[in-house]
């Protein structure tokens, strides 16, 4: 690949709206920074896309050039593929937008907004798209991968309720992508991460969501295995308007927690409750039944809020490694995997979270889109986090140990949001399983090049044999 040098970074300038920013501009340092501070690459170059022309002449002359690209959204990226080291970084971080329609309940979100941006624009009207759980990641890398949360049981992923994308292509061109338009593509991207292009635009289809019910159960440790082999029958057949998802962690010294659980690891349950707000004790009565919880909390709460809570706890700068495997069941020996790895928790906020992604995303068929596990019931993440560099060894060797005995047990793939930096390429095989073939297929045909390769990249297919 070639480097970026003065002359180049000239010659961008002059065809770019937005700022271009070199390692020598004294903004460079601060706008290279991520969410995950573990990750720490100098790309040649910043370009703040400001519209949709903006990054069509960007990849023209990244391609042209024979630079190294790399797409950045919402920079919540855990592998850190938003920067590639002397390449250009194409940041959508300026095309913040959300336009709601409230009549057809779609919104039009653009390419660089965070889940933030989106949960605030809809909530006004009673509306909101199912995505994670942290409102500061971006709307961008979380669709394109899938997008699992609070409301999946309800409402399916996040790509199932993606109606049409803007696109740049490998090429410099413009597509608009649905069902009826580039379908083949529209396919691969609900799934296939950003393989395919830069994607300016997403439009959803909005949910009725306004006020949710919010509780948190904790039980100490000594009784996390009565709590999952209670959660693990209990979530596949309660109602799709509860979800809960499944955590051991160190308990934080802050409302609501009382001050004598204070940095006790603990197991526990995040709950969200859509349902008759007149219900909400019936549907968090059965928390007493697999044993006593040491801590119960539960309040009706704005859907924003819900979204943002842990965001305060989890800021971007930290030390982060995650990854992740799918899970059809619980075995009792994965519980005792769960066990050991929750007594080793390494530091204060290292966690492990089991979501749930049943109800509404298996009704989705599994040739339907690129997200290749519609029989999974769970998504776990191991993730090591901690605010000093000096740990960062630390708590990636729990997050790879706990993820390796674990793995045994899974379905053989991850969310592909959660594999790891460094994964192999076998890991992104196994992601998309028996679609793998096809999204090579349709990588051939938008970006037979591999120009974004800076993803969990899936190869272009060999062209066929003359």
């Not at 002359?61 to 790399?70: C, K, Q, T, V, Y």
């Not at 509780?215 to 082999?229: P, Y």
């Amino acid at each position: 690949m070639a480097n970026v040098d003065d002359t180049t970074l000239e010659a961008m300038r002059t065809v770019l709206r937005g700022p271009v920013i070199s390692p020598q501009d004294p903004e460079y340092d601060e706008t290279r920074k991520i969410y995950n501070a573990m990750i720490d690459r100098r790309p040649g170059a910043i370009v703040r896309c400001m519209d949709t022309a903006d990054v069509m002449n960007a990849v023209d002359f990244i391609r042209d050039h024979g630079l190294e690209l790399a797409v950045r959204g919402g920079g919540h990226s855990g592998a850190g593929l938003c920067l590639v080291d002397g390449g250009v970084t194409v940041d959508l971080s300026p095309m913040r937008w959300v336009r709601v329609d409230p009549a057809t309940k779609t919104a039009q979100v653009g390419g660089g907004s965070l889940l933030r941006d989106l949960d605030h624009a809809a909530h006004a009207f009673g509306l909101a798209v199912p995505s994670g759980i942290n409102s500061r990641t971006g709307v961008g890398g979380l669709a394109l991968g899938g997008g699992h949360g609070y409301l999946t049981r309800k409402y399916g992923l996040t790509l199932d309720s993606l109606l049409s994308a803007d696109v740049v292509l490998a090429d410099g061109s413009f597509v608009v992508a649905n069902e009826k338009e580039h379908a083949d593509l529209f396919w691969a991207l609900r799934g296939g991460g950003g393989n395919f292009g830069v994607v300016t635009s997403f439009t959803f289809q909005l949910h009725p969501v306004h006020t949710v019910a919010v509780g948190v159960t904790l039980w100490t440790l000594d009784h996390i295995r009565e709590v999952l082999e209670w959660y693990r029958g209990f979530i596949p057949q309660a109602t799709e308007d509860l979800n809960g998802f499944f955590s051991s962690f160190v308990v934080p010294p802050e409302p609501p927690f009382p001050e004598e659980i204070h940095g006790k690891k603990m197991a526990g349950i995040v709950w969200c409750w859509t349902g008759d707000m007149g219900r909400v004790d019936e549907a968090f009565a059965p928390v007493t039944e697999p044993a006593e919880p040491a801590f119960h909390f539960a309040a009706p709460m704005p859907y924003p809020a819900l979204q943002s809570m842990f965001d305060d706890l989890l800021p971007p700068g930290y030390q982060w490694y995650w990854r992740g495997d799918f899970f059809d069941r619980i075995t009792d020996e994965a519980i005792d995997v769960h066990a050991e790895y929750a007594e080793r928790i390494p530091t204060d906020l290292s966690l492990m979270h089991l979501y749930p992604i049943d109800g509404a995303a298996h009704r989705v068929a599994p040739e339907d889109t690129a997200w290749a596990y519609r029989h999974a019931l769970w998504s776990g993440v191991f993730a090591g986090i901690d605010p000093d560099p000096a740990n960062a060894g630390i708590v990636k060797q729990w997050c790879v140990d706990y993820q390796t005995a674990m793995h045994p047990h899974s379905m053989g793939g991850s969310y592909v949001n959660f594999i790891g930096e460094g994964e192999t390429e076998d890991r992104v095989k196994a992601t998309y399983r028996d679609h793998y073939d096809r999204l090579a297929e349709i990588k051939r045909t938008y970006d037979p090049h591999n120009i974004f390769h800076a993803t969990q990249n899936i190869q272009p297919a060999p062209a066929p044999a003359a």
